[in-house]
């Protein structure tokens, strides 16, 4: 369905994410938190709405929406489920089983679309591995336990928004590191999620 409609639906998580703290760990967000979360929330809309799309067939843009808007769901009552844990247990084990149950459900998934032979052929490829294994360190592991301290140390329905702000941080990133173009539009979005992220941190 496009990467902008893509960056939409998955802003779906916070509201969701809020929507279950409340029904299920009994949170609230004061009018400072909501005036943030409406901060961030339009911020992220800015940085990835497009008004000019990429033309996809209206077929798979609706099965996108629904597997899109399904994920973020799912995703929601995950973290909602393991709040209680996330704050008694140790905090790397939690995350060592997020991880080891994403690779185990990968490996199960190559082996059932019988693919082994291509992923083992993939990774002999020449390719700038150093810059990949670095990378797949800070994003998959460094910033999971960033994002799990985050639910483990504040509120869920907090952290959910500060977490929002990640789409925001990537255009920043791929215009000061990799000269994508920035626009009017985009600045101010990043001027509306860092103002919701104050808001969030120093109210």
Do not use: C
């Amino acid at each position: 369905m496009g990467a902008s409609r893509t960056g939409i639906v998955a802003s779906l998580l916070s509201p969701f994410v809020i929507l279950l703290s409340v029904l299920f760990l009994g949170e609230s967000l004061g009018p400072w938190q909501l005036l943030g979360f409406f901060l961030v929330m339009a911020g992220i809309l800015l940085v990835t709405w497009k008004s000019k799309r990429r033309s996809v067939d209206t077929e798979h843009v609706r099965k996108g929406v629904l597997y899109g808007v399904g994920a973020m769901f799912l995703m929601a009552v995950g973290i909602v489920m393991v709040k209680e844990i996330l704050e008694t247990r140790s905090f790397l084990w939690t995350t060592e089983i997020r991880l080891g149950g994403g690779i185990a459900g990968m490996l199960i998934y190559v082996v059932l679309r019988r693919r082994v032979a291509e992923v083992r052929r993939r990774f002999t490829q020449n390719l700038p591995w150093k810059t990949i294994g670095l990378a797949s360190f800070l994003a998959a592991y460094v910033s999971m336990m960033m994002w799990l301290a985050g639910y483990k140390l504040i509120p869920a329905a907090e952290a959910s928004i500060l977490n929002e702000s990640a789409n925001a941080w990537i255009v920043f990133l791929a215009w000061l590191m990799l000269g994508e173009s920035i626009d009017r539009r985009k600045v101010i979005g990043l001027g509306l999620t860092s103002a919701g992220v104050a808001v969030m941190l120093l109210v």
